[in-house]
T-cell receptor, first 112, second 117 residues
Framework: QQPVQSPQAVILREGEDAVINCSSSKALYSVHWYRQKHGEAPVFLMILLKGGEQKGHEKISASFNEKKQQSSLYLTASQLSYSGTYFC?????????????FGAGTQVVVTP | ETGVTQTPRHLVMGMTNKKSLKCEQHLGHNAMYWYKQSAKKPLELMFV???????ENNSVPSRFSPECPNSSHLFLHLHTLQPEDSALYLC????????????????FGPGTRLTVL
């Protein structure tokens, strides 16, 4: 089952914060976050494993709520370079080869 | 060359043509993937190869035929495609270890933009 991302799009001014959510109806083993700029390939940001780990990448951090089966990506003090489409990808278990699924993406636009 | 490379970057083909997409990874990884990215649709996983064996085929039409001759190269052979197959085809690789847990970073190539006329 494909994870559900929200919101679909968000417009920020430089320096503002935003949260992107990724939810699953099934128990997750891991959540991956990627960012894709227009005309470019997706770029890996971070992986979160079940257990509620929180990780960070520059001023972008994420959490994994195992009870809710939801991951949230936090864009803090956003920069112009944060613009792009953010995808979450989910795995259900360690042996779920080929069952990795992506959400529909959240388009982020950061304006000066 | 570093990372994951894909050729060609752009391809236009007729429905009766046969063509192949090529992916090469220079990261020493042992798993490779083909994804399809259509406009306004989520990324779709098409094929997974681990240690040169196909692990998963997510019910992709037979007009798409993958080939993985070694751990560094992955091909996608195309024949009698349909206009709805027009999309960005992305290749990715990762280092997968069951002992360490399956989850690992996938590194993507730049993609091949395919247009089927």
């Amino acid at each position: 089952q494909q994870p559900v991302q929200s919101p679909q799009a968000v417009i920020l001014r430089e320096g503002e914060d935003a949260v992107i959510n990724c939810s699953s109806s099934k128990a997750l083993y891991s959540v991956h976050w990627y960012r894709q700029k227009h005309g470019e390939a997706p770029v890996f940001l971070m992986i979160l494993l079940k257990g509620g780990e929180q990780k960070g990448h520059e001023k972008i951090s994420a959490s994994f709520n195992e009870k809710k089966q939801q991951s949230s990506l936090y864009l803090t003090a956003s920069q112009l370079s944060y613009s792009g489409t953010y995808f979450c990808g989910t795995e259900l278990s360690t042996d779920s080869w080929g069952k990795f699924q992506f959400g529909a993406g959240t388009q982020v636009v950061v304006t000066p | 060359e570093t990372g994951v490379t894909q050729t060609p970057r752009h391809l236009v083909m007729g429905m009766t043509n046969k063509k192949s997409l090529k992916c090469e990874q220079h990261l020493g990884h042992n798993a490779m993937y083909w994804y399809k990215q259509s406009a306004k649709k989520p990324l779709e996983l098409m094929f997974v190869y681990s240690l040169e064996e196909r692990v998963e085929n997510n019910s992709v039409p037979s007009r798409f035929s993958p080939e993985c001759p070694n751990s560094s190269h992955l091909f996608l052979h195309l024949h009698t495609l349909q206009p709805e197959d027009s999309a960005l085809y992305l290749c990715a690789s990762s280092q997968d270890s069951q002992a360490a847990g399956r989850s690992d970073t996938q590194y993507f190539g730049p993609g091949t933009r395919l247009t089927v006329l």
